[in-house]
């Protein structure tokens, strides 16, 4: 006599396999949906370990030390005042260099037109 649950053994039938599939993908947005996320104390100070942290326990509160914190803000200090220091250097120097560079660039071209079709008469002659 069989056991009164079924057969124990008997396969999945396609049904019965979508079903179990849709259980667990809805199980698992539903997770996604409803995760906590952790507080994150300096907001423009993360970091690519933060973000690592971040992608491995989200509900982990990140913090930056002191010494750290301090650290990062002197960088991207140094950082701004690179950038301005080479902005005003760049600023000027560029519109000069475009300006010559335009009548001095399209000189050149000229000249290289010009200059290829005599080569290449001077190349068939020589070939000849």
């Given at each position: 006599?069989?056991p009164?649950?079924?057969?124990?053994?008997?396969?999945?039938t396609?049904?019965?396999?979508?079903?179990?599939?849709?259980?667990?993908?809805?199980?698992?947005?539903?997770?996604?949906?409803?995760?906590?996320?952790?507080?994150?104390?300096?907001?423009?100070?993360i970091?690519?370990h933060?973000?690592?942290?971040?992608?491995?326990?989200?509900?982990?509160?990140?913090?930056?030390?002191?010494?750290k914190?301090?650290?990062?803000?002197?960088?991207?200090?140094?950082?701004?005042?690179?950038?301005?220091?080479?902005?005003?250097?760049?600023?000027p120097?560029?519109?000069?260099?475009?300006?010559?560079?335009?009548?001095?660039?399209a000189?050149?071209?000229?000249?290289?037109?010009?200059?290829?079709?005599?080569?290449g008469?001077v190349?068939?002659?020589?070939?000849e």
């Open positions: 006599m069989a009164p649950g079924g057969k124990i053994n008997r396969p999945k396609e049904l019965g396999k979508k079903l179990f599939k849709r259980r667990r993908v809805l199980g698992r947005q539903k997770k996604k949906q409803n995760q906590i996320i952790g507080a994150v104390a300096d907001q423009g100070l970091t690519v933060h973000l690592r942290k971040r992608r491995s326990s989200p509900r982990a509160n990140i913090t930056l030390s002191g010494k914190r301090r650290k990062l803000l002197k960088q991207l200090q140094h950082l701004q005042k690179e950038k301005s220091s080479m902005e005003a250097e760049a600023g120097a560029p519109q000069k260099k475009n300006a010559a560079s335009s009548s001095s660039a000189a050149p071209k000229k000249r290289k037109k010009a200059g290829s079709g005599c080569q008469d190349e068939m002659e020589d070939v």
